[in-house]
């Protein structure tokens, strides 16, 4: 039987080390909405995600209270529009007009985000999936909810360049219209190379082709309990160190296992996966930086980042497979400087730059999240940026993400403020040499030697 | 049996076990095993209690226990048991 002092534990870990799960997350596939005027899309659309998720918030909230641990956010993944409304959409704004509608979904429902305005264009763009991006920029800055990802590479199929570019200007656009509110837009946005198809977690969450009609997807965190067990075993051997990561992992992905299984079990909807991401707020002690600095860094940034990073994601797996029957998305330890305290601390004190940023992503999810440079950036310089990201995403046969935000008239020195979980960020400085010829060739990148296995 | 774990913590007083148990026999709440112990000067409790007879759910228990808490001055929780038989049995 359970006994106090572990009842203690759990209790201690969701009350004072921020212990929650980050997100439930309703996958919903669209591929039944297609009709064959846009009215009808949009309409199917709508009644499709109000009645498959309407008892989604409720139930989150059920679960919360009867069993102590707080889920901080309930949301949806749906298809990748540029499919659904590729067949009706015919000019960019038509695609406008259905972000507008998932945005009236997600506000109906309850939830705070929902995923999938996203084309997946890592071999060649269909018009649709070029319309879906021209669009982006005006989709994000008219709706709330909506939150947009293209996928432009994979290590099977090399990274779509004229994609790339075209991303680079239209987060710039995107930054643009959206400059009232420090350029908001692009903290919705989010481009991959290797995008998974099960992400629970936003800007990047879409529900993949390969997916059933719906699924359950749990995003767990703990960046606070991690922190709180390593202050336990300072100066000790790698070996306890990594051992007690695993055993914090294993603790916290099982209360993210519970949740999926019993949110699949009321909402009759099956579980697909646990993502074992380690994902930091702005609230003081739940932070990956802070676990870095604990881990024995002065700063995250100082060298030797990248193989305490490398340790840290690796363990938080190990310890994480065990605990779920599946497991998937991102999976990692996330970095984000915006909603990460300590990293916007390092970022200050000149500990943290953008190049050494783009090397910690070679060893953990996702990649150069949450960074705010200065709005005078060109859209070819953050083409090259989002390039190198790719390049490193294709060839180590990983996920790789950037979601930057273009500070329009701000600068090195000034800072971005988004509030809630999104919080604040420095605006970093950037490579100041043009790769404009580098960007502007036109085609692909071909997919790297060791991705023919057949 | 679906078993809820209550958890009492706070500074020690008179009558706080006597309220908790009141409060259960009166929703039909059997007590299966209770035991205390101090934690850093505060009072901890924990009750292990089947709510298989009580027409209420754990979320009802759990608010209004948590009420009863709040009128004592200590925090009163009720936990369905698999959250922590999953974190700490494999």
């Known amino acids: 039987?359970?006994?106090?002092?572990?009842?203690?534990?759990?209790?201690?870990?969701?009350?004072?080390?921020?212990?929650?799960?980050?997100?439930?997350?309703?996958?919903?596939?669209?591929?039944?909405?297609?009709?064959?005027?846009?009215?009808?899309?949009?309409?199917?659309?709508?009644?499709?995600?109000?009645?498959?998720?309407?008892?989604?918030?409720?139930?989150?909230?059920?679960?919360?209270?009867?069993?102590?641990?707080?889920?901080?956010?309930?949301?949806?993944?749906?298809?990748?529009?540029?499919?659904?409304?590729?067949?009706?959409?015919?000019?960019?704004?038509?695609?406008?007009?259905?972000?507008?509608?998932?945005?009236?979904?997600?506000?109906?429902?309850?939830?705070?985000?929902?995923?999938?305005?996203?084309?997946?264009?890592?071999?060649?763009?269909?018009?649709?999936?070029?319309?879906?991006?021209?669009?982006?920029?005006e989709a994000l800055a008219t709706t709330e909810r909506v939150c947009s990802s293209v996928n432009v590479g994979s290590t099977k199929t090399g990274i779509n360049m004229d994609a790339v570019r075209l991303i680079g200007e239209k987060i710039k656009e995107t930054a643009e219209l959206t400059k009232e509110n420090d350029g908001l837009g692009c903290a919705k946005f989010v481009v991959f190379t290797n995008a998974p198809d099960d992400n629970p977690f936003m800007a990047g969450a879409f529900h993949g082709v390969t997916e059933a009609d719906k699924i359950i997807n749990v995003g767990v965190s703990g960046p606070g309990v991690v922190k709180r067990a390593l202050e336990k075993v300072r100066g000790e051997s790698f070996e306890v160190l990594c051992e007690t990561i695993k055993k914090t992992a294993f603790k916290v992905t099982r209360v993210g296992q519970l949740v999926a299984k019993e949110a699949s079990k009321r909402l009759d909807i099956p579980f697909g996966i646990i993502d074992l991401s380690l994902a930091p707020t702005p609230a003081i002690g739940d932070s990956v930086g802070e676990i870095l600095e604990e881990i024995g860094l002065e700063y995250a940034g100082a060298p030797g980042t990248t193989a305490a990073l490398a340790l840290l994601n690796d363990q938080v797996k190990k310890?994480?497979?065990?605990?779920?029957?599946?497991?998937?998305?991102?999976?990692?330890?996330?970095i984000p400087v915006s909603e990460d305290q300590r990293m916007i601390d390092a970022v200050e004190a000149g500990a943290l730059s953008l190049e050494k940023l783009e090397a910690m992503t070679c060893v953990c999810s996702v990649g150069l999240d949450m960074i705010a440079i200065p709005g005078k950036t060109s859209a070819a310089t953050i083409a090259g940026i989002i390039a190198d990201e790719m390049?490193?995403?294709?060839?180590?046969?990983?996920?790789?993400?950037?979601?930057?935000?273009?500070?329009?008239?701000?600068?090195?020195?000034?800072?971005?403020?988004?509030?809630?979980?999104?919080?604040?960020?420095?605006?970093?400085?950037?490579?100041?040499?043009?790769?404009?010829?580098?960007?502007?060739?036109?085609?692909?990148?071909?997919?790297?030697?060791?991705?023919?296995?057949? | 049996m679906k078993k809820t774990i209550i958890t009492v913590v706070g500074k020690d007083s008179v009558g706080i076990i006597a309220k908790v148990c009141t409060y259960l026999a009166n929703n039909s709440i059997n007590i299966l095993d209770i035991s205390q112990t101090i934690v850093n000067g505060y009072f901890n409790m924990m009750m292990i209690v089947d709510t298989n007879e009580s027409a209420k759910t754990v979320s009802d228990v759990s608010n209004e226990l948590g009420q009863i808490g709040e009128e004592i001055g200590v925090l009163i929780q009720a936990q369905n048991e698999d959250i922590f038989n999953m974190m700490h049995r494999i």
């Open chain 1, 391 to 454: 390049a490193l995403g294709m060839v180590n046969q990983k996920t790789t993400a950037v979601r930057l935000i273009p500070a329009i008239g701000k600068d090195v020195g000034d800072t971005v403020e988004f509030g809630g979980l999104l919080g604040y960020a420095p605006i970093m400085p950037v490579n100041q040499f043009s790769c404009e010829a580098f960007v502007n060739r036109r085609g692909n990148i071909p997919a790297p030697i060791h991705s023919f296995k057949n």
């Open chain 1, 319 to 334: 310890g994480g497979v065990m605990a779920s029957s599946y497991v998937g998305g991102l999976s990692g330890a996330f």
């Open chain 1, 1 to 137: 039987m359970i006994n106090i002092n572990e009842v203690i534990e759990t209790n201690k870990m969701i009350a004072e080390m921020n212990l929650d799960v980050r997100t439930i997350t309703l996958g919903i596939s669209l591929l039944d909405c297609t009709a064959t005027t846009l009215e009808e899309v949009k309409e199917n659309i709508y009644h499709k995600i109000t009645t498959t998720a309407k008892d989604l918030v409720k139930t989150g909230k059920e679960i919360e209270k009867e069993y102590g641990i707080p889920i901080v956010n309930k949301r949806i993944s749906i298809t990748p529009i540029a499919l659904v409304g590729g067949p009706v959409c015919k000019t960019p704004h038509d695609f406008v007009e259905i972000a507008q509608v998932l945005d009236e979904a997600a506000k109906k429902v309850g939830v705070n985000f929902i995923g999938g305005y996203s084309a997946l264009v890592n071999k060649g763009m269909t018009p649709a999936d070029r319309m879906l991006i021209e669009s982006i920029p």
